[in-house]
């Protein structure tokens, strides 16, 4: 009965130190959208942004009522593109994952949606194949440590659902859209993810699910995130 208890009781902690730093982490990025937002109060569209938007409007692309100018809409994908951060080595590198989508459908809150989801599958499903293959040539350059073949049959199996818990809060920057000839809309959506809670989400989540199989995945992540994004 006591180990049962003291069991629980681990468990409860565990399950409250991850609530803790999801909750830190959620404050965290917050507080750096406000900053970013704030940044953008203050801005006027750049000339890069004017051009965008004019490229944009003759081909009749256009901003949903209530919503930003598509210069404004397109200086804040800009911002969010360049804001920069330190890596895990100390270098400098880009904040943001930026990811487009473009879908079409009989009304705008059902192409809007369409074409958010298409951002964020888009985005996993590139990531899924990469990791597989970057796990599959960390197995093969093991020489005998505890990467074995199950473990890559167990990572395969388990990286999809992985990655598609990871990939979440996507930060809406640009939505356009335009009435095509035959009155459907056609929605243009640009989202943009922190890498660092992509980052922090792939390791729990990889811990979580691939158990005491997941030695060394956090500088297997970091060196990921770092190589491709």
Do not use: C, H
């Amino acid at each position: 009965m006591k180990k049962l208890f003291f069991i629980a009781a681990a468990i409860f902690t565990m399950s409250m130190n991850v609530n803790a730093q999801s909750a830190l982490e959620l404050a965290r990025q917050q507080k750096e959208l406000n900053d970013i937002n704030r940044k953008l109060l203050d801005m006027k569209p750049t000339r890069e942004a004017k051009r965008q938007a004019k490229v944009l409007k003759k081909a009749k692309w256009m901003v949903p009522a209530g919503e930003s100018s598509i210069e404004m809409q397109i200086t804040k994908s800009l911002l969010y593109g360049e804001e920069l951060m330190t890596d895990e080595d100390g270098g400098v590198t880009k904040r943001y994952i930026m990811q487009t989508a473009i879908q079409t459908a009989g009304s705008y809150n059902v192409a809007y949606a369409s074409a958010r989801s298409a951002a964020m599958t888009e985005l996993a499903s590139m990531m899924k194949t990469e990791l597989v293959g970057a796990w599959k040539s960390k197995a093969d350059n093991a020489q005998g440590s505890s990467v074995s073949t199950i473990t890559v049959d167990k990572f395969n199996q388990r990286i999809s659902g992985i990655v598609d818990q990871s990939i979440t809060n996507a930060i809406p920057v640009l939505s356009i859209y335009r009435i095509l000839k035959n009155g459907n809309f056609e929605v243009q959506v640009r989202v943009a993810f922190d890498k660092k809670e992509l980052s922090a989400r792939l390791k729990r989540n990889m811990e979580k699910d691939l158990e005491e199989e997941g030695d060394g995945l956090n500088e297997f992540v970091d060196e990921f995130i770092k190589s491709k994004f």
